[in-house]
């Protein structure tokens, strides 16, 4: 049950698109459909932001998208804009009912 | 409206025990499963443990097995995690969590609880 990979800071200015990956193995994100990504502003409870590698619910903008390739999921935030500055997590399923997260990555918004 | 409300946080020793316990609205606890994720000061999010619906399935990471254990009272709406043998290590904000589905197999986390925190210390 090793934790995920992320970068632990990506950073944009307004308007521009950033991307954060989150990798892990066979036995986890290549192997299953259920990653999902969260979002964390400081001192606030994590909330859903992706689901099933590329699904949005509703009220998330469509700004934030989701895909998956092999062992890589990856969440991408176009038109950056400046409430979009938190903490990500990547989560999935690791098979035997565990879950794993990744380890965080901090978007800064320049 | 979802509420997830977590208690029994608190200060303890290194080796005693304490329970949580996650107390459920605004929806029917019996018909998903849940979870519980911690936080330690600073740092990133980790699965504790998981049980599904009717509590046949229940597992824990393999940083607490042994030690921790996930139980529900559907009929009292309420989550719980019994922590043994806590260690330094163990100090976290502990959040109570929804699953979207019945299984602790599939789906995600779609409903977080604010955290109680526990730290351990001498």
């Known amino acids: 049950q090793s934790a995920l990979t992320q970068p632990r800071s990506v950073s944009g200015s307004p308007g521009q698109s950033v991307t954060i990956s989150c990798t892990g193995t066979?036995?986890?994100?290549?192997?299953?459909?259920?990653v999902s990504w969260y979002q964390q502003h400081p001192g606030k409870a994590p909330k859903f932001m992706i689901y099933?590698?590329?699904k949005r619910p509703s009220g998330v903008p469509d700004r934030f998208s989701g895909s998956k390739s092999g062992n890589t999921a990856s969440l991408t935030i176009s038109g950056l804009q400046a409430e979009d500055e938190s903490d990500y997590y990547c989560?999935?399923?690791?098979?035997?009912?565990?879950?794993?997260f990744g380890g965080g990555t901090k978007l800064t918004v320049l | 409206e979802v509420q997830l409300v977590e208690s029994g946080g608190g200060l303890v020793q290194p080796g005693r025990s304490l329970r949580l316990s996650c107390a459920a609205a605004g929806f029917t606890l019996g018909d998903f499963a849940m979870h519980w994720v911690r936080q330690a000061p600073g740092k990133g999010l980790e699965w504790v443990s998981g049980?599904?619906?009717?509590?046949?399935?229940?597992d824990s990471a393999d940083s607490v097995k042994g030690r921790f254990t996930i139980s529900r009272d559907n009929a009292k709406n309420s989550l719980y995690l019994q922590m043994n043998s806590l260690s330094t290590e163990d100090t976290a904000l502990y959040y109570c969590v929804k699953a979207s589905t019945y299984s602790t197999s599939s789906g995600l986390f779609d409903f977080w609880g604010q955290g109680t925190l526990v730290t351990v210390s001498s």
């Open positions: 049980i599904n619906w009717n509590s046949d399935n229940v």
């Open positions: 099933d590698v590329s």
């Open positions: 989560c999935s399923y690791a098979g035997s009912y565990t879950w794993v």
């Open positions: 066979s036995s986890d994100v290549g192997g299953y459909k259920y």
